[in-house]
């Protein structure tokens, strides 16, 4: 089936007892059996629920994955992709990952004896020749919010030449632009909340994996730490992914016109986009996925300018979170990365006068005009 068709179909069936052709919101905590040791394939919520099931199944066709896990966040997600690490095993991250990752990683998994390095993930040979041992690989491509692009193929050698997992976070991208799987990594990770769900009205995380023993690794996972998603949440995520290839394209567009839109302006000393062919990555890109995304980074010079610039936008709604089918803009030094200290974002590239910017589904030339606005007073 075509993409478009299985955001729309894939691990839905019209509901057998009444025939409904939106799957319903399974909202139950138990399931009456027929009798010891008979049931019917369901037992206890956190194990089992139905919503749940048909968005697994549904976002794994998306991805191409073999099965999925969906969990009560993004960090869930992440949490139980590094219970497949055992302590005392490294793990391997690109060093421009979003803040709360690296918070989970830094200041609570390594406390469990996981060992992490942070490396520059867009030389995969700079990296493998610096890396050593480790069990598993942690990339984000495009990162944020630097929009570095990492060869999500050449990565997957890296780790495969040490029988290690390659896990890619594909939430700035979505599967519609991007699908690592098919390039060679084991897990793909999202935060549902994002792109996925499109309308900023559910918090959740999906893992979706290649290999049938990491879905069971996960699954156990899933049923025995807990963080599920509920089934009012999974049924929103399952309307979201029906309109995924409608949204992206119109995402797409309006990314490209607010990119060029800036960087054409004087107030603005740099903007990050690997849609643009002088990106370093944009090559790569172009190769890898089908698209350049809509998630957009500037650089104003300094935190005053940002604070002028967010304090008079008004159609870009200043929050956190992206993917949302309107537009929202961030600080990164004080919002996504606040957790990195002020060296560690000095040293990646992370200033105060950084802006990121998702761009939604408005007209563009209504954001436009809201951007041309709050520059005007930077």
Not at 343 to 355: F, N, Y
Request: with cysteine; glycine share 10%.
């Amino acid at each position: 089936m075509g993409f478009a068709t299985d955001c729309i179909h894939a691990g839905q069936e019209p509901d057998p007892s009444t025939g409904a052709i939106i799957t319903p919101i399974y909202q139950t905590s138990t399931y009456v059996q027929e009798g010891l040791g008979r049931h019917k394939g369901y037992e206890y919520a956190r194990t089992q629920n139905p919503t749940r099931r048909a968005l697994e199944k549904n976002l794994a066709a998306l991805e191409g994955g073999a099965d999925a896990c969906c969990y009560a966040s993004g960090m869930a997600a992440i949490q139980a992709v590094l219970s497949l690490v055992q302590a005392g095993q490294r793990v391997v991250v690109s060093d421009n990952v979003y803040g709360g990752t690296h918070r989970l990683f830094t200041k609570v998994l390594a406390r469990c004896g996981v060992q992490f390095a942070f490396l520059d993930a867009s030389d995969a040979a700079a990296l493998d020749a610096r890396a050593g041992d480790f069990a598993l690989l942690w990339i984000e491509t495009p990162t944020n919010p630097l929009m570095k692009i990492c060869d999500i193929a050449a990565l997957a050698q890296v780790a495969r030449k040490r029988r290690a997992v390659l896990a890619v976070d594909n939430t700035f991208l979505s599967p519609f632009l991007q699908r690592p799987l098919a390039l060679g990594a084991d897990v793909v990770v999202h935060s549902t909340t994002k792109f996925l769900n499109g309308h900023s009205d559910s918090v959740g995380g999906v893992a979706v994996v290649a290999s049938p023993a990491h879905a069971e690794a996960l699954r156990f996972y899933q049923n025995a730490a807990g963080a599920i998603l509920s089934p009012f949440d999974a049924w929103l995520v399952l309307r979201g992914t029906k309109t995924l290839a409608l949204r992206m394209p119109r995402h797409e567009e309006n990314g490209r016109k607010v990119a060029e839109f800036l960087r054409g302006q004087k107030k603005v000393r740099k903007v990050y986009w690997p849609g643009f062919p002088d990106h370093p990555g944009h090559e790569l890109q172009r190769r890898q996925a089908s698209g350049f995304g809509s998630m957009i980074t500037f650089d104003l010079g300094g935190l005053e300018a940002a604070r002028r610039l967010l304090d008079t936008v008004r159609l870009c709604a200043l929050a956190e979170s992206l993917g949302g089918i309107e537009t929202l803009i961030s600080h990164p030094a004080t919002m996504t990365h606040a957790g990195y200290t002020q060296a560690e974002r000095d040293e990646l590239g992370i200033g105060d006068g950084l802006v990121r910017i998702s761009v939604g589904c408005e007209d563009a030339e209504d954001l436009v005009a809201d951007l041309g606005r709050a520059l005007d007073a930077v």
